[in-house]
């Protein structure tokens, strides 16, 4: 996942896939501070769920998050939205947090112009 893009290649990708796309990919690795996953939609760019993003934090809110048993196994398929794109180092931010859909909804809306 250590793919190099220029910088045309990146602002693409921001363009393309903005904050709220929704995404599904794999675990790929467990971090103390969360998951690496592979990205259906775009398996070449790192994508890093950190832990205050888990959907457990939502559902579960009193449940203490260990690691590495309630992270996200290795292999497991969720889904998630872009979050975020980081310049430095090259990656993409993701999360599992429903109450952000109001924030990226009204964000996206006035990209576009339109009246929330």
């Not at 579960?60 to 309630?70: D, I, M, R, V, Y």
């Amino acid at each position: 996942m250590t793919n190099e893009f220029t910088q045309d290649e990146w602002d693409k990708l921001i363009v393309t896939y903005p904050a709220g796309t929704p995404m599904t990919g794999v675990v790929k690795n467990q971090q103390q501070y969360g998951v690496w996953v592979t990205l259906d939609e775009l398996p070449e760019v790192p994508a890093l769920l950190e832990i205050i993003h888990f959907e457990a934090i939502e559902t579960t809110p009193n449940q203490k998050l260990t690691f590495p048993g309630s992270f996200p196994a290795v292999g497991k398929q969720i889904s998630c939205r872009v979050l975020a794109w980081c310049e430095f180092p090259k990656d993409v931010r993701l999360t599992q947090l429903s109450h952000l859909d109001w924030s990226h909804e009204r964000f996206l809306h006035e990209q576009e112009g339109d009246d929330v």
